[in-house]
């Protein structure tokens, strides 16, 4: 059974937040929806399409089929991209009406987005992405271990609905001749699972056991550093490829052959079967280290990841940690987890699993308990922000530049990640391994009570899909501060005191914990080169990337491959600070990007898939 934590989360009183929850529209007005059945249906259905135009303005306004990319991403943050078009795709077949008058429209629907996919297998920037960090590369894998597992569920809810959809007219017999249960999507699973496996392949160099006892580094290039997000990338990675990969018999263009095979005598793979157990056992491994590496904070939070002091030297050990706490490190091992309890049917991955979800509420400043934040946000007064948490306030997921506006084109990204990995994790458990075996149906009760749990999420969620909601600008783009959609907060009356504001984690990110540099504008009086160079000393703005999200040790000066590597993942969306003249906070620096709209579709994502869950 699952562990005694969870007991007061599902025995306290489902109790509603203070304030109901009201769907924004467009209009302007507020829906607010019942506990009848009608109007669940009602809301269900609003969500729906809500989930629907943010994809519809994610790929209008940012992807250009022609290039086969989105052309303002950059490398890793568009593979990212991908891995939210395909979960969204998951996401719109189960929504869209399988009834026969609507088949062809939701055929036309899927396979518009997926050509989408198909384009930017071509544009992606594989070549590039080869010599990038392990974490880069690990992106791409979960990228398309994520459409092969589209392709695979449509194709089979795809069968089933040709199969069920008889005719009794003269063209009986020529739509039983048209009729293929293999959907076309399928003929490039091979090329999409040939690219997972090649950069899982070359990720895995990054493994090394002579420093900190085992882990992966983030980068070949650089000064040792093994950090969260690189490992609980290749745990999530590895075990993905246990359980989805389907084999891959091509040996070129781009294999690297450095993995032996397990079914050989030595010498280079030719033949990679599917549930390889060299999957498993990269995962298992990957997890041990990470849970004994002592990476998670007082609040249960992993931290960014641990330096060595007096290195090169005799030390061996990690004993530098970085204290910085990202939303992105709480979420990808979320999809590790479940695909390892998945394989080898073992609780403690998905107890794991909620108590890091769990710590994560938490630290927004939500009580799980009574379903609303912990702090009085009715009585704030306009421009207060409440106190920090840890990873957000007023119960809203946030990052620790949020508040700045000076968020780099990784933060961008980090929420959406995790509320993608989120999703993957709440969804039904089943009690099936990769090779085929029952674990046991002696835990259906655990089922229930995995699923009762994460049913219990619903009122947080919910409410933070209100806030991004609330950050939509006239042409429906979300804004990267949620919480602005939550509090009357303009740029004019934006206040900030120590109360507010996160404890600065150290060095890396002590501007971000400034506020007199917070809402400072470019060219402000004081505000010169020497700002930049608390954390990127030569690179002249300071404005983008303020918390590298990996670091290695030493000065960012004198680490020229460093500064190489920064200038090779900053896009060319160079917007002014403080675009125009516009109070709304999520305008100011980089403004709304594809990476803050892929954040709002995977929170509506998330959101519908919970409500479509139904929990006796």
Known sequence: MLLKWLAPILLAPATAARKPWSYPARDGKSRSPSDSEA?????????FKETLDALRVMQDAYFQPWVGTWPKAIDWTAAVMGSHISGALVSLSRGLDEEHDNYRATEN????????LISFYFGQNALSLRHQAYDDMLWVVLNWLDTVQFISEYSHSRSSALQNNTTSSIRAAVDEALRNPAWYGNQWVPAFAHRARIFWELASQGWDETLCGGGMFWNPRLGPYKNAITNELFIS????????????????????????SPNTD??????????DPMFLAAAVKGYRWLLESNMTNSQGLFADGFHMSNYPGNNTKCDRRDEAVFTYNQGVILTGQRELFKAIGSWRYIQEGHQLIQNVIRATGWDLARNEPVDDIDHIQPGELPPWHGLGRAGVLEEMCDASGRCSQNSHTFKGIWMHHFTAFCAPL????????????????????????????????????????????SEGKFGMWWTVGLLNITVDNLQFDPHSQPECPGEFTALLCDPLFFGKKEGDPGDDDKAGEVLYPGDGDGSDNLASQQKPMGTRRSDGLLRKKRQSRVVADDKPANVGSSSDPNERFRGRTVETQGGGLAVLRALWELLNQHVE
């Not at 109007?39 to 969500?47: A, G, S």
């Open 266 to 275: 030595g010498g280079e793979q030719e033949e990679w079967q599917p549930h």
């Open 109 to 116: 629907m899927i396979s518009f987005y997926f050509t989408h």
């Open 430 to 473: 089943e009690m099936i391994a990769a090779a085929g075996d029952v674990v046991g149906d002696e835990d259906d009760d655990d089922k229930l009570t995995h699923s009762q749990a994460c049913q219990r999420y619903l009122p947080w969620i919910r409410h933070n899909a209100f806030a991004a909601m609330r950050t939509r600008d």
């Open 237 to 260: 990675a590895s075990a993905s490829m246990y359980q989805f990969f389907p084999g891959d018999r091509n040996t070129s263009p781009y294999s690297s052959g450095h993995v032996e």
């Open 39 to 47: 109007q669940t249906i009602h809301l269900k259905q609003e969500l």
